[in-house]
């Protein structure tokens, strides 16, 4: 099994001028569990390249983020991401999209995201997302003209922990509400509580606390 995870190539707030990029733990945490389960994957981003890190996810007294940190394939694989262009949906059985603010600019107008979700979904693969990972669903159509999240129940970060960051007046339109509009049927738990919604084949998971339990989850409808 090979899994396409991808991250943002966006290392900025919009016009705020703040740093951001993908959160770590979000794509660490679910690496570890596809590693346990003897997995390989392939790191892309928009742009392709080094891919930007949110600094504030920089946690290395989480044991998962050390772990990877450390490992010289891992800084590799960040240093020099596949260009999301250059995928081939058909090397691999799943899509994971990993969050952090900096997807919120580069993810949901993708071409190349919106291309390679839905031909890995239509061949049968795993789609799966965490915290703002899911801003890559919000305008993927699928063969028959209508979007993938129509009618799915599925869960992101939500209107409430986007409040409670401070970050509604910030992010380019607010990621449940987006989601929603496009008739996805949205799950939301209390704010910063590990919880993961898993309808057919999409997995998605509501913030850096799920991003393990969507790891896990990826792997078992894969085995």
């Known amino acids: 099994m090979k899994i396409l995870c991808v991250v943002t190539s966006n290392n900025v707030k919009g016009a705020t001028g703040i740093p951001t990029g ?10 570890e569990k596809f590693a346990a389960a003897g997995f390989e994957f392939a ?3 928009i742009k392709g390249g080094k891919a930007p890190i949110d600094g504030d996810s920089l946690d290395f007294n989480d044991a998962v983020n050390k ?4 490992d010289a394939n891992f800084q590799a694989k960040l240093a020099n991401t596949l260009k999301l262009d250059d995928a081939n949906a058909k090397d ?14 580069d ?3 993708s071409a190349a995201i919106q291309k390679v979700t839905r031909d890995i ?8 997302a965490v915290c703002h990972g899911p801003a890559a669903l919000v305008n993927v159509k699928l063969g028959d003209g209508k979007f993938l999240v129509d009618g799915k129940n599925l869960t992101s970060f ?12 910030i992010v380019p339109f607010l990621l449940e509400t987006e989601l929603k509009n496009h008739g996805a049927i949205h799950h939301a738990a209390a704010n910063w509580s590990n919880h993961v919604e898993v309808d057919g084949r999409l997995v998605t998971g509501q913030n850096p606390a799920s991003a393990a339990a969507v790891g896990e989850a990826v792997v078992k409808l894969l085995r």
């Open 22 to 31: 993908f959160w770590l733990s979000e794509l660490t945490h679910p690496l």
């Open 43 to 45: 790191l892309a981003s």
């Open 67 to 70: 772990k990877f940190w450390d």
């Open 92 to 105: 691999f059985d799943a899509i994971f999209f990993a969050g952090g603010h900096g997807v919120m600019w």
């Open 107 to 109: 993810f949901a107008d």
């Open 121 to 128: 979904y239509e061949r049968g693969g795993i789609v799966s």
């Open 158 to 169: 939500t209107n409430g922990e986007e409040t409670e960051v401070q970050a509604t007046d």
